[in-house]
């Protein structure tokens, strides 16, 4: 037996061993099976790469969070603007009844003021770590334009709407107003004249009325109708001569401000009661902002969109919410048509279309808010579904790392029982090669000395 060599080999595989036992051991203490790039070079690539994945997407989860937080600090302030318009919608309802007095109006009038201006302070005012949530300037919305409403045509005996839809001219520079069309009554066969028809006459009355302060007082027209037609009647002008079709422009006194131009249907005696009505919104303020833009931490490009439109009094149409409380003095200096004994009616009607108006705008407002709210909803729900499919993606991808990068303990605990068992193993069989060989020397030199 060659004892020379076969230790050879014994004190091989113990320096295997030995380096086995010395990666197990490192591997138990950091908990890693890629502790450099030696290790597994590739392997610490990829795993690195997985990791640097698994960060983002748990950034991009606090960015989410702090999304989600921002917009429900702006639901909080629309919370209370909501609360705003349904008491400004209260109060409107509460005037529209002829059993205020104007005093009462009056108060009614100032609350509406007042709750008009808290809606313009907590748009201007809401912040979030010092950006302004509900003033526009986080919408990537263009202005809408002045818009008008009709919330009521009637439909006539004929089938007809009162006013022929088609032909509304709308002036969007015009000053916030409203329009009221009724049908009031028949007057009968217009009076004796060869130039006139025999049909009925009926009496239509239009009222224009702006709470703005440089429309002036409201003008009401009263226009007389051959039944059966859309023809006015005027005294000595017979129709068959010059036919004068039943339209006409909504303005101030001076006519310097064109609201809309409408045309009347025609209209017969079962029409009587008949009404339309029509209002306009200012055009909202100009929002020169942009949204918000979140990474959501998924990769490159991987952008979750935040937009919160401006709900100042204006863009809610309630910037200006007049309640009815005209002059019936005013209003017949402002009519040369009418005569003092108009003055009370006429108001009435002026009183009854500001009132119906300031109803409709702050209807509009709640369901623009409402249209706001939802979309805001809307995002958090979409912020916390993309939170949720960040976290489920960042589990997976962390635990993709781990399985490259990580060492098996159970793996690793066997080969470290292994490796120590081998040690000790080659460690006893080097110790016995080497106690045979010092006998073996001694049995030669013992040999020698008896020679």
């Given at each position: 037996m060659d004892v020379l060599r076969f230790g050879d080999k014994v004190a091989l595989g113990l320096n295997r061993?030995?380096?086995?036992l010395s990666q197990a051991t490192q591997r138990l203490a950091s908990g890693l099976r890629i502790s450099s790039a030696a290790d597994d070079p590739s392997g610490l690539a990829v795993s690195q790469r997985l990791l640097a994945q698994a960060n983002g997407l748990q950034t991009g989860q606090q960015s989410i969070q702090s999304a989600i937080d921002l917009l429900q600090t702006a639901e909080g302030g629309l919370q209370t603007i909501s609360d705003i318009l349904l008491r400004m919608?209260?109060?409107?309802?509460?005037?529209?009844?002829?059993l205020n007095s104007p005093q009462q109006t009056g108060y009614l009038q100032q609350e509406l003021n007042q709750l008009s201006q808290e809606i313009d302070t907590i748009s201007g005012n809401i912040q979030f770590n010092g950006r302004h949530l509900l003033d526009g300037s986080l919408s990537a919305e263009t202005?809408?334009?002045?818009?008008?409403?009709i919330p009521r045509n009637d439909t006539l005996s004929s089938g007809?709407?009162?006013?022929?839809?088609?032909?509304?001219?709308?002036?969007?520079?015009s000053v916030q107003a409203e329009v009221g069309v009724k049908v009031l009554a028949d007057l009968g066969p217009p009076p004796p004249d060869p130039l006139n028809p025999s049909n009925d006459l009926l009496q239509v009355e239009i009222t224009v009325s702006s709470a703005d302060p440089s429309f002036g007082a409201p003008q009401i027209e009263y226009m007389k109708i051959f039944a059966g037609t859309n023809i006015v009647y005027v005294p000595g002008l017979s129709p068959d001569i010059f036919l004068l079709p039943a339209s006409f422009t909504a303005a101030n006194q001076s006519g310097t401000d064109n609201v809309a131009s409408f045309n009347i249907n025609p209209i017969s005696q079962a029409d009587v009661g008949k009404s339309f009505f029509f209002y306009t919104v200012p055009q909202q303020d100009a929002q020169s902002g942009h949204g918000l833009e979140v990474n959501d931490g998924g990769g490159e490009g991987h952008i979750v969109s935040v937009d919160i439109p401006g709900v100042n009094a204006r863009d809610l149409g309630v910037s200006a919410v007049l309640l009815g409380a005209f002059d019936p003095t005013a209003i017949v200096?402002?009519?040369?048509?009418?005569?003092?004994?108009?003055?009370?009616?006429?108001?009435g009607a002026a009183d009854f279309a500001a009132n119906q108006a300031a109803e409709y705008r702050v209807d509009y407002a709640i369901q623009r808010l409402a249209s706001i709210r939802a979309k805001i909803g809307a995002q958090q729900v979409s912020l916390q579904d993309d939170a949720s499919n960040d976290s489920v993606q960042q589990t997976a991808t962390v635990a993709a790392a781990s399985s490259i990068r990580d060492a098996n303990i159970g793996r690793e605990i066997v080969g470290f029982t292994r490796a120590q068992v081998l040690l000790q193993v080659g460690m006893g069989t080097l110790h016995s090669l080497f106690m045979d060989s010092q006998q073996v020397v001694h049995l030669v030199q013992k040999s020698f000395s008896a020679a």
């Open positions: 061993t030995a380096t086995d919608r209260s109060l409107v309802v509460e005037a529209n009844s002829s202005a809408s334009p002045a818009q008008y409403f007809q709407q009162l006013i022929d839809p088609t032909t509304i001219g709308f002036n969007p520079t200096n402002a009519n040369p048509n009418l005569s003092p004994s108009d003055g009370p009616a006429a108001a």
